[in-house]
């Protein structure tokens, strides 16, 4: 069995094209049915603003895995020094259920979130292909970092500016890389959002603020899931989820929209949609697309899935008997 730790991942290095295909590999089985994963719980003990959630899921077509992710998101540990979330991946065979793999280290759930992202992405820009693209990301931690690294190797040269906001200081010395003269820290989230092509949330924010119009035929990437006041439903219907049941609870945006405005999982479409239906295509070019992605356990393992062949390939990490 192969152990992989964040050492292990940071020496395979990051091809955003790579990991995007792994998500849009697992999107293409939960077309077929070719997969499974049930609902993730929740557990809440102590303090209830933290949480360790369990993903579990099976993913086949040649991904062909099962497994689980075990994440503990503990919101205040940015206050003592300590990375919010932890997380442990466990590889299994499909056939016989043998463990394959531990990774242990958040920056695959990382890669994960940013990656649906740029699925998104991908497929927004096949259906209005644009250049001087606006950027804006919102919260600069590990995951706005890592969606800044994403943006930034699948755009390049189509980006105009890439905006960046945080409640704490940004510190200059963290943007990094060809694009750094390109960004800009606003002083508000109102001065990154107005003229905003691409609109990301990464945030621990816990009430909703987001109460503007966003730009007409903009993309809005609500990685969060707790920034739009629902509001946001006066400016758009073309609302996407990962899965309408598991992003419907919570008190994410999605629930509260659907409790306070009655939005109902018809109004929706799903990820199948608009990767293997092209649902994108059927709405008016000024359209503002909101994509809510609560995380799903079958991303997870086709990400575990393309960590693990790339360690093996590269001879990275430590088998354990």
Known sequence: MLYLNEKDILKIGMNWDDTIDSIEKAVECMKVDDFAQPIKPYLR???????????????????????????????????????????????NKSDTGE????????????????????????????????????????????????????????????????????????????????????????????DAYRDADIFITCTVSKAPYVDEKPKPGSLQLNCSLRDFKVGILDYT????????????????DIEMMHLE????????????????????KDYPEDEVIMFNPMGMGVFDIATGRYLMDKAKEMGIGQELE
């Not at 099976?58 to 503990?72: M, Q, R, S, T």
């Not at 205040?76 to 997380?87: E, T, V, Y």
């Not at 405005?261 to 994108?280: F, H, M, P, W, Y």
């Open 99 to 190: 463990p394959l793999a531990i990774i242990n280290t958040a920056l695959l759930s990382i890669i994960r979130t940013a990656s649906v992202s740029g699925l998104m992405i991908r497929y927004f820009l096949k259906t209005r292909p644009m250049e001087n693209i606006k950027v804006a990301i919102m919260g600069w931690g590990p995951i706005g970092q890592h969606h800044y690294k994403m943006c930034t190797e699948i755009l390049k040269d189509k980006i105009d500016t890439i905006s960046l906001y945080d409640l704490r200081e940004i510190d200059p010395d963290t943007i990094t890389g060809p694009y750094k003269e390109k960004t800009i820290v606003a002083k508000s989230w109102q």
């Open 45 to 91: 003990y102590r303090d209830l603003t933290n949480r360790i959630i369990a993903l579990i899921a099976f993913v086949g077509g040649e991904i062909d895995l099962a497994g689980i992710k075990w994440i503990a998101s503990f919101p205040d540990n940015i206050n003592h020094g300590l990375p919010r979330a932890h997380s442990v991946v466990i590889l």
């Open 237 to 252: 219907r073309a609302i996407i989820v990962d899965d309408w049941e598991e992003v419907c609870r919570e008190k994410t």
């Open 261 to 280: 405005r009655g939005l109902q999982k018809e109004d929706t479409k799903s990820i199948i949609d608009v990767v293997c239906n092209n649902c994108l």
